[in-house]
């Protein structure tokens, strides 16, 4: 191997980054003096309204003088944002950016540090974690600047990896890793102007949040043309959505939440409905059941999972049973699914002896099946009725506008972008027909 190509030699005690630019040797043990100086300065730079301070000098900068290359490089970071992926790096680069304009000797490829000697940490290392929980993400979330979790980017666990960042960092990132990874180096190197750079990603994510606004707004105002529609119509609709839209399966879960949303609005449901669970939360860790949830009490008594092109549901099904073993007092459970369910025998079987064994009712059933079910009993008014709340409740719920209820805390663009061009669509048929 050539000792001019880049590598990352680690050792019991130290890594050693080789990259063009020379050679950075970073000491693993408990975070130093000096380090522990400039962490206290960054945590009190931030507790004291630094990043909001900072946001407010948006309107007056000079953005255009941040060299081109790097304006690239931000607009592509933030463009690579997508349902699944790209928010968590996006979040730290806003991060790393903060600690560099307050703490410009620090560096911003050692994320871990800490003063425990039974946790891994690098000497000259801070807990870009805890500055992350504590200040970067609340204040993204406070002017909407960037959809994440209220855990922080750090709950994409790729991003905690002991080895500092870099292009040789090998856990399995998905996103626009690349220009991440350039504009890390570029400021490492001292070329980079990291007060221009985060000055031109809050534009650039504020400039994206109004643009979402005024998608939302448009929207919902759609939403007058379907008052006097039948409730077939509607969920037809809807269906189409979740079916053609990306991430088809997240779309799903949500539809099935704003179902729940509008029998709520009508007084039809006798429990609470809990908000819909965050994309990434994990259901153990947060006591999830279902994705949607209904409770009796504060006491969760039914819960449904969506399964999007799941049919087969053998392996959910003890999932499902490890969950009820835990939960005691829910007494019916089951799965919705988009499509038909497969109902072999050995799934039949297993659900029968799950509920022999927990005394739970276990359902079974396509979405489908579930609604015609439901809406059985209803006259054509009532129908109609929910029909319309429960697409009004699906289009604000990926509006923002419902965010007690349903907390989508991944980014909403592209489903209002298909909901528009759906709805638009509906328009156009319906105004040929009526003339």
């Known amino acids: 191997m050539s000792n ?20 950075a040797v970073y000491i693993q043990g408990s975070q130093n003096d000096k380090t ?50 790209g928010r968590a790096l996006v979040g730290l680069t806003c991060l790393q950016l903060t600690i560099k304009n307050i703490a410009p000797e620090q560096s911003i490829r050692l994320h871990k540090g800490n003063s425990n000697s ?24 406070k002017y909407g600047l960037l959809q994440i979790n209220n855990d922080g980017v750090f709950m994409t666990r790729t991003l ?5 960042y870099s292009r040789l960092y090998k856990a399995e990132i998905r996103g626009p890793f690349s220009q991440w990874m350039a504009i890390v180096d570029a400021v490492e190197k001292n070329v980079f102007d990291p007060n221009l750079g985060l000055l031109y990603l809050f534009s650039l994510l504020k400039n994206k949040s109004e643009i979402f606004n005024e998608e939302s707004k448009k929207a919902c105002n759609m939403l007058d043309n379907l008052q006097r529609c039948q409730f077939e119509d509607i969920k037809n609709l809807i269906s189409q959505f979740y079916n053609s839209t990306h991430y088809s399966a997240r779309a799903f879960e949500v539809a099935i939440h704003a179902f729940y949303q509008a029998l709520n609005e009508m007084n039809l449901l006798d429990m609470t409905l809990i908000p819909l669970s965050q994309m990434r939360s994990a259901n153990k860790k947060h006591g999830n059941i279902g994705d949607i949830e209904l409770a009796e009490d504060g006491t969760i008594v039914i819960a449904w999972d969506a399964k999007y092109g799941k049919p087969y549901l053998r392996d959910e099904l003890e999932e499902l049973r490890d969950k009820l073993i835990i939960h005691k007092d829910v007494q019916q459970a089951g799965f919705l699914c988009n499509d038909s369910v497969d109902l072999r025998k050995d799934i039949v079987n297993r659900k029968n002896e799950i ?20 809406i059985k009993e209803m006259n054509s008014s009532q129908k109609n009725e929910l029909a319309f709340k429960w697409i009004k409740a699906l289009v604000e719920s990926f509006a923002q506008r419902r965010i007690e209820l349903a907390p989508i805390d991944e980014p909403c663009d592209a489903w209002i972008k298909d909901l528009i061009t759906i709805l638009a669509k509906f328009e156009r048929e319906q105004s040929l027909l009526d003339g």
């Open 160 to 164: 905690a990896e002991n080895y500092p």
């Open 4 to 23: 001019t190509e880049i590598h990352l030699d680690i050792y019991l005690d130290r890594y050693e980054l080789h990259l063009e630019s020379g050679v």
């Open 355 to 374: 509920e022999l064994e927990l005394g739970v009712n276990i359902k079974l059933s396509s979405f489908d099946d579930f609604v015609t079910d439901y």
């Open 118 to 141: 039974k946790r891994f940490s690098w000497k000259d290392g801070i807990s870009m974690r805890s500055l992350d929980k504590n200040f970067n993400t609340p204040f993204l979330r």
């Open 36 to 85: 522990r100086v400039r962490y206290e300065k960054i945590r009190r730079e931030l507790s004291t309204g630094y990043l909001d301070k900072k946001y407010s000098e948006v309107k007056d900068a000079d953005l255009s003088s941040l060299d081109t290359q790097y304006q690239v490089l931000l607009k592509n970071l933030v463009e690579g944002i997508t349902s699944e992926f």
